[in-house]
């Protein structure tokens, strides 16, 4: 069996690869170590890992990438035919190439884990050209699977009106246990790590920083809010425009990349969590983000844009406030109505319900369980 994901470490990659490990199966995973960040292979308890690294380049390198992801399929596809696997699991359109050329020379079972709608996300980076041929392409490739999961249920809509089947949508949701373990005195000393005072509200945005993310807004927020404390964890593209807009504001602190081990602690350690999305650019509504699902399984409220399963989820459980526009002031008011207490704790209760009762890996991963109950041999 294979997980072949070529980006950097991906919570739902780990979380998919133990669920399935549970159930005995045998896991390897082929990433892509595009700068030689880790050692070239990996034992863990849930799999084994496997880091293509004689293919370097660098993260967000938009159309150039067409000149090293064909380099790195080639070595995908050499490991798997060593492998034999009975289901290769590709993590994102630009490794399901690799997983059809693996089905087609072993006749193993072919998983496309598509987390977005990937050539509307490219369309932040690419030439509409490109763009439009990734569509075709991803297309194409849809007609090869024997099954589709996704994270986004707008995304899943959407397939499902291509006429894509099988598709089920096994969200980014957290796990419980991690979120239930943090007692009063952990939340405690980290804000102590962080020198906050305790009685200080605290917003945080955890999370990538990639252009479709309104970052800036809410820094621009915190210039009218100098009572509140505004913590940014993340990088990507936008990294240095936030880094200039905290040096002038003395509330504000970019905290670097935050290890996803330590993503509940601070999740749960902040008041409010802000994730707002860039809405006029295709990809937005087919994104589900992993800060949703954390922001709930913590019980604090979230505030939000109308936005794909942001707006489902948000509209369906009551866990945060939704904006009707993201600016300044709309994020202002939205803080001024989360200083209250007993408004924050009526929604982070809805939010922390709502993940109790659906919104929790272990449900989602019963679903891929019962999936792969139906791919692998002897099932």
């Known amino acids: 069996m294979l997980l072949a994901n070529p980006f950097r470490p991906d919570p739902r990659v780990a979380r ?91 006749n193993c079972r072919l998983v496309f884990d598509a987390h977005e709608d990937y050539p509307a996300l490219m369309s932040l980076y690419l030439p509409a050209p490109l763009v439009w041929a990734l569509a075709r392409w991803q297309r194409f490739l849809l007609g090869r699977v024997d099954h589709t999961l996704t994270a986004s249920s707008v995304f899943a809509d959407k397939l499902a009106s291509w006429k894509v089947s099988p598709v089920s949508v096994i969200g980014n949701y957290a796990k419980l246990k991690l979120f239930e373990r943090l ?107 992993n800060t949703l699902s954390n922001a709930m399984a913590a019980g604090r409220p979230l505030i939000a844009n109308e936005v794909g399963d942001l707006g489902r989820i948000l509209r369906k459980t009551g866990a945060g406030l939704l904006l009707a526009e993201v600016n300044p002031q709309e994020i202002r008011m939205a803080i001024e109505r989360l200083k209250d207490a007993k408004t924050r704790e009526r929604l982070g209760r809805a939010g922390a319900r709502a993940a109790r009762e659906e919104y929790n890996w272990a449900v989602a991963s019963q679903k891929l369980v019962q999936i792969y109950a139906g791919l692998t041999p002897n099932n």
């Open 183 to 289: 007692s009063p005195a952990d939340i405690q000393q980290a804000r102590r790590s962080l020198d906050i005072d305790p009685g200080k509200l605290v917003v945080a945005y955890i999370g990538g920083f990639s252009r479709n993310r309104q970052l800036l807004p809410l820094l621009q927020a915190a210039q009218d809010l100098p009572q509140v404390e505004f913590l940014l964890w993340g990088d990507g593209h936008q990294r240095q425009a936030v880094e200039a807009a905290v040096r002038g504001l003395p509330n504000a602190r970019y905290l670097g990349w935050l290890p996803a081990e330590q993503v509940p602690r601070y999740t749960k350690m902040a008041d409010v969590i802000y994730y707002c999305l860039v809405s006029d650019y295709p990809g937005a509504i087919y994104n589900a983000p």
């Open 16 to 106: 998919e690869a133990e669920a399935l490990a549970a159930q005995g199966h045998r896991i390897t995973i082929v990433a892509w170590d595009r700068q030689q960040e880790l050692p070239p292979e990996e034992e863990r308890q849930e799999a084994k890992i496997l880091r293509v690294q004689n293919v370097p380049t660098v993260y967000g390198g938009g159309w150039r990438q067409l000149f090293y992801t064909p380099r790195f399929w080639q070595q995908a596809v050499r490991t798997a035919l060593e492998l034999q696997p009975d289901v290769v699991h590709c993590h994102d359109l630009d490794t399901l190439y690799a997983g059809w050329q693996i089905k087609g020379r072993t």
